[in-house]
Nanobody, 115 residues
Framework: QVQVVESGGGLVQPGGSLRLSCRASGSIISDSIVAWYRQAPGRERELAASITSADSTNYAGSVKGRFTISRDNAKNTVYLQMNSLKPEDTAVYYC?????????WGQGTQVTVSS
């Protein structure tokens, strides 16, 4: 059974940075479309960024220029580098791996941006 595990969340001040990691068991990352979603309290889950197996990336307008998604296939890991964080970035961040017709979700990691 494939497991997807996120890490790297925490509390950070406005303007600060965090790097989230999404690691999948097995060697599925290299053949997956991987996306980071986020869900703030009282709001629907929304796509923040995604990366294809060919390293084509896509970003939500609200994070473009501040967030960078990347992958390390050797480590079966996808990263989300988040810079210039704002209070409105506060949310639970979830990793989603689409491996052919199967979708795996992680359990989420909390990111809180507050002074």
């Amino acid at each position: 059974q494939v497991q997807v595990v996120e890490s790297g969340g925490g509390l950070v001040q406005p303007g600060g940075s965090l790097r989230l990691s999404c690691r999948a068991s097995g060697s599925i990352i290299s053949d997956s479309i991987v996306a980071w979603y986020r869900q703030a309290p009282g709001r629907e889950r929304e796509l923040a960024a995604s990366i294809t197996s060919a390293d084509s990336t896509n970003y939500a307008g609200s994070v473009k220029g501040r967030f960078t998604i990347s992958r390390d296939n050797a480590k079966n890991t996808v990263y989300l580098q988040m810079n210039s964080l704002k209070p409105e970035d506060t949310a639970v961040y979830y990793c989603n791996c689409r491996y052919y017709s199967v979708i795996y979700w992680g359990q989420g990691t909390q990111v809180t941006v507050s002074s």
